[in-house]
């Protein structure tokens, strides 16, 4: 109270944005900035995966129909790693290198939000070329296509947690071009062990598979193809799907919080 019967208050602080709030807008934001490559990142991720579809065509053994589903549900995830995974460990590697991070660090934002939002936004730019290759690659093999509506779920558990895996390579990679390595080489790795089925694989590599989130996507997704889809299978694979992203986002935001500090 002073002399004039006036009372200062100490304005109160701004409330901090929901994680929502933050995610929409993180998440409009990446989208805006991205989509002037997004028919090349299309068109260079589609056509690799068609390629390798019609490729296989001519090495796979003729009414092999475990191989054929194993090379299109493959196929249609590879175009999930190529974006999800090698160019968002690009994306992140390039941010932390430039010091970009330091603003979503200043900003009265959720670490989670900024990596979910993030993640999500780029695994968006799959769902045209694995629906496409899906469909596509169905027809090619003359597989059925009454539950090709399977590939839905699968691009999101597979995308999310791809994200999430290339978000955590680019955090932790000391230069940007070991993030775009480690990008390029995960994304192999998940197109090697998407398009061999699991029991063609030696022991080792067998456990190496098992421990990759996307090949149980593939599995998902190859069982959908099979006359009598086992559905208990198919919502089990897409489970652990589901657990690897909250790991991985988990991972990738400490990460984030890890670089913001550390500069």
Request: aromatic residues 8%; glycine residues 8%.
């Amino acid at each position: 109270m002073t002399g004039t019967g006036l009372q200062y208050r100490t304005p109160e602080p701004a409330p901090r944005p929901t994680f929502w709030a933050t995610f929409a807008a993180i998440f409009t934001g990446q989208l805006s900035r991205a989509k002037v490559a997004a028919i090349p990142i299309f068109i260079a991720a589609t056509l690799q995966s068609v390629g390798l579809v019609v490729l296989l065509k001519g090495l796979v053994d003729s009414g092999s129909a475990v191989t054929e589903q194993s090379v299109v549900a493959g196929s249609s995830v590879t175009v999930v790693s190529f974006v999800a995974l090698n160019l968002l460990a690009q994306r992140f590697g390039a941010l932390k290198a430039s010091g970009a991070l330091d603003y979503y660090g200043a900003l009265p934002v959720r670490p989670t939000a900024v990596v979910t939002a993030t993640a999500a936004a780029w695994a968006s730019f799959t769902i045209p070329g694995s629906v496409l290759v899906a469909v596509g690659g169905a027809a090619f093999y003359r597989l059925p296509l009454s539950h090709v509506w399977v590939i839905a779920p699968v691009v999101v558990a597979a995308g999310v947690s791809l994200a999430g895996l290339g978000a955590l390579l680019g955090l932790i990679a000391p230069r940007p071009e070991i993030a775009t390595v480690a990008g390029q080489l995960g994304m192999s790795l998940v197109m090697f062990l998407g398009l061999v089925p699991a029991h063609r694989l030696p022991g080792i590599v067998q456990a190496v598979r098992a421990a990759v989130p996307s090949t149980y996507a593939v599995d998902a997704f190859a069982e959908s193809f099979r006359s009598n889809p086992r559905w208990t299978t198919i919502g089990a694979d897409l489970g652990i799907c589901v657990a690897v992203c909250a790991l991985a986002l988990a991972a990738s935001t400490w990460a984030f919080r890890r670089a913001v500090t550390s500069r």
